[in-house]
């Protein structure tokens, strides 16, 4: 299934507004959505919203408008083309232009985003953007690609809806070179999203105008028990349910760590949420046992169609929950000491990093490695990454894409203090980049 995610729920921080007039990081003259132009046109922002997004996925052929220039979506810095080591490289014929059609009329939906799989690209790029149609320009998030670190993000940007209009819009993006060799990203998927208000014509044609639905929590000892209620009568039509949390964890996608909502996608496949269930009566036990203990944890989920894919609903989101104390145990998220620039390996140049531990290991009852990494090829090398001297297979493949993995940890294997994390391969390029925030342990252990 290729039409999967939730821009909202995943680790992109961008806060989604509900008018989507003045979206953070935009520059460039907009008129404000309660000035409507000359025509008197009535926009549907202050209509109640009905839940349902309609998505419209980037495609990558010339049906679409979008001639392939490469595998990948490829977007370099000015200088690029003119360079004589570079010019020549197919990656340097991309002008980072794409057009994403749309057939709703743009007048009528309440708000709209831009979903972005981003490969933060090479060290030191800076100044990352996206120009829509040719009026605003919106700043990406910063990922700590300009620092030199490795990253990746999934931001979801509030766009004006004045940027927009219903056919082909047409996204720019660009950089800056900063202090790289070459100013270059990668969007790996993008997908325009317009949320629609109640009554809206597509929906009764889609027969989707009465559809509702809640998700209700249950507190279940270390669990907590999700289900959606209320769509009953529609189960028979519903395709799947994807169940997502805000909580404090380990930062899978980037996001900047804290509390966040969690999971990103790989080629719109959902990773590191909760769970998606396919069946009815489409219940979910999240397991909080490898979890902090804190308060101010939510839920939320995504509901999507066998008949109408291009729809999404979005129950509200069910706050105030809670991942209470255990007695005498605790759950800890350790990171590493320090985030090394550039961290991947070649040429048989090892690099390496620590992830500090306060406690003894025989008071641990489990641990967890938790890591993601950019999968580029290790070469002829077998053990590419260790901790403490043992191999993880935290990147296996070649395939340039973004790998989210958890390893059980033998408590024998961790030590009081340092705890030494290393990546090495034997290829002429970076193979093989552990992303930012780094590997991180994550360990429940007994408390006095």
Known sequence: MRTLLLPLLLCSLVPISPLASQPSGATGAAPALADPPPDKTVFATEQPSSGFWREYWF????????PRVGSRFRVNDRFAAFQKSFKDRKEVFANGMMLIQ??????????????????????????????????STYDLPDDGTAAHWCAHQYPSLPLRITD?????????????????????????????????????????????????????????????????AGAEVAAADIAAV??????????????????????????????????????APFR??????????????????????KTAPEYVYRPPVVAGLEIAARPGVTVGVFGLKELPPRF????????????PLPMDPARIERAELHTTAWAGGAGEVKEYF??????????????????YTIFPVEPALLRAGDNTVEVLSDTPEHGIEILKPGPALVVRYRTP
């Open 386 to 403: 260790k901790l403490n001297g043992r191999h993880f297979p935290v990147a296996e493949g070649h395939d340039h894409r973004t790998q």
């Open 59 to 66: 495609e990558r052929d010339i049906e679409h408008g979008n």
């Open 284 to 305: 979910l036990k999240w397991d909080t046992s490898m979890l902090p203990a804190q308060g101010d944890v939510a839920v939320r989920a995504v509901v999507r169609f």
């Open 242 to 279: 994807e169940f997502y949390g805000c909580y404090e964890g380990f930062d899978e996608c980037g996001a900047g760590g804290g509390r966040e909502w969690h999971g990103f996608t790989r080629q719109r496949e959902v990773r590191g949420h909760l769970g998606t269930i396919s069946e």
């Open 164 to 228: 927009l209009l219903r056919g082909y819009n047409a996204f720019q993006f660009s950089c800056d070179r900063g202090s790289s060799f070459w100013g270059h990203y990668i969007v790996e998927e993008a997908c325009l999203r317009l949320e629609l208000p109640s009554g809206h014509a597509e929906l009764a044609g889609a027969g989707r105008a009465d559809f509702a639905a809640r998700v209700e929590a249950r507190q279940v000892g270390e669990a907590i028990e999700l289900s959606l």
């Open 344 to 355: 991947w390996s070649r040429a048989n140049k090892p690099k390496s990093a620590v992830i």
């Open 102 to 135: 749309t057939v709703t009329d743009v007048t009528t939906v309440r708000t709209a985003e831009l979903y972005l799989e981003i490969w933060g690209g090479h060290a030191g790029t800076a100044n990352k953007r996206v120009a829509v149609n040719g009026h």
